[in-house]
């Protein structure tokens, strides 16, 4: 397989297992599903030169947010993916090692913590949410099951070739 048809496989499958990981949350934990959608409002207003809300709850929606949103969601996933074998070499992808894969999802809360959600109107790192350690914590886990994710797809993908 080609690098780029595996990392992109790579991506979607970490990817997934965080929506996997979100679903048993919902279920075991009552912890809501991401609404990617605003997700998709916060980006779909970025070319009008909107780049921070008060509360993208409350920022007019668009047409399409929620598949910009989810999009983006899949997209950015394979953009991390991409990052473990420009990091560690493409001799990763043929011979995985969790702990490159794990390093890279805590390193990845950098983007929720320092971009979306000071974007969104969580303040940085969660600090504006009713609850900011529970928020924090529920991100470091959901990064950590994306690197579990690129773990796991990343020795699925090497057993297939």
């Known amino acids: 397989m080609n690098p780029v048809t595996h990392t992109v496989l790579l991506g979607v499958g970490a990817t997934a297992a965080i929506d996997l990981w979100s679903l048993l949350r919902r279920r075991w934990l009552g912890v809501a599903f991401p609404d990617y959608a605003l997700l998709g409002r916060w980006l779909g207003h970025m070319p009008a030169g909107r780049f921070r809300h008060d509360a993208i709850q409350r920022a007019h929606s668009l047409p399409g947010e929620r598949l910009l949103g989810w999009s983006a969601h899949y997209l950015i996933g ?5 990052l473990l074998p420009l990091l560690w070499g493409s001799g990763w992808l043929a ?5 490159p894969a794990l390093l890279l999802g805590v390193a990845t809360l950098a983007a929720p913590f320092l971009l979306m959600q000071p974007g969104m109107g969580a303040g940085l790192a969660a600090r504006r949410t009713p609850r900011p350690n529970a928020a924090r914590l529920q991100s470091l886990v959901t990064h950590l099951v994306f690197g579990l994710g690129l773990y796991a797809s990343a020795l699925v993908l090497a057993l297939g070739d």
């Open 78 to 82: 394979i953009a991390f993916a991409a």
């Open 95 to 99: 011979q995985p090692r969790i702990g």
